[in-house]
């Protein structure tokens, strides 16, 4: 039995857990995550140097005080809605706060980001397959769209028409070249048995590096001193229409990743590939009796979930961009958390893609007001995972005070949590 | 499986090894007669990189972080438990062991020691304590391996860079302003080419003990006998009376001490921590993991190949300083990643240890 057949073995136990446990489990993650974040502020801020303290706890100063920190992350990814450098602990609501600010649409457009590649993770975890190379195939469908868009634009109407007609052929474009990146992985998987971590995050840095080249020294925008191309007129870009303060965000976008949701939601569960793909996953032995093509399935679902992948990329580079630049976000790599918080599930995407949009969004407003850098995020990112990840440690802390004995009970006398080799 | 299936298996994965390792040999074989018959041209630069002493020396330098973390993967792997979370190891190693030796003065000494050793041994000691950490998540709350070695590497990277930004005010460190420097070895260090071995970074020399006392105590040992069981037929090792789980952990914490050195090594030997988008490990600790997979966990093997990964970035960090020619040097940058694809495609098939991955239930829940 292989690593990743085991692996297997455990998405299949996840998925076996109840929804409602599933959702506790990514509650409390999230809640865990934050106090080690917590925890994570206050020793850092022993490490900066401040004039005054923030907080004093155990008659030490700290330099960043964790509830300051998360109240700032909040409500700036909410654009504001209370004052909360007033004293006290009930904050006074600001009476300025416009939904349509900046803050919120910056996590708004996280957020529609994140659908994309927490969609693409999903898919391809629910096929049993790590893709761990969103990231690249981001980069280079958001490449392919943009190139696209580039050349395609002068042969078009200008205005509305022009990119009623460009804009979707640019996002397919960019589906396509993404997809078929994530192709390569699953054909190597399929057909040499590599392993689809490693492979896939193995061409993450090939992708940067070939799309770094093209750029560089082939379709580069020649005004500029930065690696990125030309940008696009306005109307082959995706404006923010409701959000008129900017924040590069596009309700439009937001609506093709909620139906792309419910799209995916339907191909896996309504569709006879949907069940070949899930039972490769969660039971690749009963798949393969039931005469499932395994090897096409990776194949298959791996450029699905490289096209879900490139179609972030399209978004990107055209609702927040409106060109491709060199550095992009490591969208592809908070897809991971996202898909990981939302057990996989694409309906659980678009919470978890919230929740995460809000705290990269909010984590701007605390370096600015609080001094607490953003990367804060990027651990937060991977302690959600670790807490994800271990399931057996919640439902040692539920029975160790006692909290839910009755559902212990169940478990244990069910038999389907944990306890293979007995 | 059956046993015929796993021989047959064992017998193409000899073939893809030997076909590798000749094809290796046979390239390198065609741009020496091509750069003997050309001299002046471009097989002539090739030729005269591959077989310059400081491509060597650097080979050699680059390969310490891989070899390290295969090493230690190998030991975390063949206890059973797969440790994707190299990378992160690898960050956190480098990054702590310079924060340390800025935070106690590059030039101090304490003890006798001087403040870079200092940082040295901190890298190694964040880097045990990470594994530790994936360890209990992997073994006590018996998490899916993939998963937590995926969030040891993402907290890493995360951690790393935000620590810098708290204390520096970017997510690089200042440069220390001193390196480990290096040990020569008199006379040997005057032998053409070869004396590269001799005028070495230390951590070059800990490399050369350290891969052969690898091999030595997995194989050769009580402990490396139970570590190869516990990765193969843990319910043998049950049954003598040997705790599965504390070799486990054991493997899992020689692999964040291994890792350890290596990360140290990195960031030390170049006197500064560099945190843009994958850090300056960028991807070591996988290139690691395909290292040992083609080495087919055998120490030896696992530092042949991660020499050969190194001496193709090497030889392509030489390759950029060439005039010249007309390849971009972000494409030649991808060498290293593409053989590694290669390679991996073609060892793909490797056949892991029986219960790497599985968690082990001693059926005793109290422990």
């Known amino acids: ?422 | 499986m059956s046993t015929t299936t796993i021989d047959r298996l064992r017998d193409t994965e000899l073939s893809y090894r030997a076909t590798l390792a000749g094809g290796a040999l046979s390239v390198f074989l065609l741009i020496a007669l091509l750069g003997l018959a050309f001299p002046g041209s471009i097989w002539g630069n090739f030729l005269a990189i591959l077989t310059s002493r400081s491509t060597l020396s650097s080979a050699l330098r680059l390969s310490v972080p891989i070899t390290f973390a295969a090493l230690g993967g190998i030991f975390s792997e063949k206890a059973g438990v797969v440790n994707i979370g190299l990378e992160g190891l690898l960050i956190i190693s480098a990054f702590t062991a310079v924060i340390t030796t800025a935070v106690v003065g590059p030039e101090m000494t304490v003890l006798g020691l001087p403040a870079i050793w200092i940082g040295f041994f901190a890298g190694i000691l964040s880097s045990v304590l990470f594994s530790a950490l994936f360890a209990v998540v992997c073994i006590r709350f018996k998490a899916d391996q993939i998963i937590a070695g995926l969030a040891v590497w993402l907290i890493a990277l995360g951690l790393a860079p935000f620590a810098a930004t708290v204390y520096y005010g970017g997510v690089n460190t200042d440069n220390l302003g001193t390196t480990l420097g290096t040990w020569t070895i008199p006379v040997l260090s005057d032998i053409p080419f070869f004396g590269a071995f001799f005028d070495a970074d230390p951590a070059v020399y800990m490399m050369l003990v350290a891969v052969p006392a690898s091999w030595y105590v997995l194989n050769r040992t009580a402990f490396g006998r139970h570590v190869r069981a516990s990765g193969e037929n843990p319910k043998a090792l049950d049954t003598v009376g040997v705790d599965v789980s504390r070799v486990r952990y054991a493997g899992v914490l020689l692999s964040g001490f291994l890792a350890g050195i290596g990360g140290s090594a990195l960031s030390l030997g170049l006197g500064q921590f560099v945190g843009n988008n994958q850090t300056m490990v960028n991807g070591k600790g996988f290139i690691a993991i395909v290292a040992y997979l083609f080495g087919n966990y055998n120490p030896i093997g696992a530092f042949g190949a991660s020499f050969l990964f190194a001496g193709l970035e090497a030889a392509q960090i030489r390759l950029q300083q060439v005039p010249g020619y007309a390849i971009p040097d972000s494409l030649i940058q991808t060498i290293p990643y593409v053989t590694v694809l290669v390679v991996l495609a073609l060892v793909g098939r490797t056949r892991i240890p029986e219960a790497a991955g599985e968690h082990y239930d001693t059926g005793d829940d109290n422990r």
Do not use: H
Not at chain 1, 95 to 117: C, H, M, Q
Not at chain 1, 123 to 131: D, E, I, P, T, Y
Not at chain 1, 379 to 408: K, N, Q
């Open chain 1, 1 to 422: 039995m292989s690593a990743t057949e085991n692996a297997k073995a455990v998405l299949r136990r996840l998925t076996a857990a109840s929804a409602t446990e599933r959702i506790l489990i990514s509650f409390a993650a999230l809640v865990m995550a934050v106090l080690v974040g917590a925890v994570i502020i206050l020793v850092s801020g022993r490490i900066t140097t401040c004039q005054t303290a923030a907080t004093t706890l155990f008659g030490t100063g700290f330099c960043y005080d964790p509830v300051e920190v998360y109240l700032v992350l909040f409500n700036g990814a909410l654009g504001e809605p209370f004052l909360v450098n007033r004293p006290g602990i009930l904050k006074p609501l600001n009476p300025d706060w416009n939904p349509l600010s900046f803050g919120l649409a910056l996590t708004l457009k996280e957020t529609t980001l994140l659908i994309f590649t927490g969609l693409s993770v999903a898919v391809s975890f629910r096929a049993g397959l790590f893709n761990i190379g969103t990231q690249g195939q981001l980069v280079l469908g958001g490449l392919a769209t943009a190139l696209f868009s580039f050349f395609v634009a002068p042969l078009l109407p200008s205005g509305l028409v022009g990119g009623l007609i460009l804009i979707p052929l640019a996002v397919i474009v960019g589906a396509l070249v993404g997809g078929l990146y994530g192709a390569i992985p699953g054909a190597l998987k399929a057909y040499a048995d590599a392993n689809e971590v490693i492979t896939t995050i193995m061409l993450n840095f090939i992708a940067a590096q070939i799309a770094f080249v093209l750029v560089s020294e082939f379709y580069g925008n020649p005004d500029s001193q930065v690696v990125e191309t030309t940008p696009l007129p306005d109307w082959a870009t995706l404006l923010p229409v409701a959000f008129p303060q900017g924040g590069d965000f596009s309700i439009l976008a937001l609506a093709f990743g909620l139906a792309l949701v419910v799209a995916v939601w339907f191909l896996l569960e309504q569709t006879s590939f949907g069940y070949d793909l899930r039972t490769s996953g969660e039971q690749p032995e009963a798949a393969e009796y039931g005469g499932v093509d395994a090897k096409r399935t990776t194949v298959t679902s791996m450029f699905l979930s490289g096209a879900l992948g490139g179609m972030g990329g399209a978004i990107w580079v055209l609702m927040v961009m409106g060109k491709w630049q060199a550095g992009v976000p490591a969208l592809g790599f908070d897809g991971i958390t996202v898909s990981i918080l939302a057990g996989n599930n694409p309906f659980g995407v678009v919470p978890a893609a919230l929740l995460f949009g809000t705290l990269k969004s909010g984590s701007l407003a605390v370096q600015f007001g609080t001094g607490v850098p953003k990367q804060l995020v990027g651990v937060l990112r991977g302690l959600i995972i670790l807490f994800v990840a271990m399931p057996e440690f919640f439902r040692m802390l539920g029975s160790a005070i006692d909290l839910e004995p009755d559902r212990e009970t169940v478990a244990t006398d069910g038999g389907s949590l944990g306890g293979d080799d007995e």
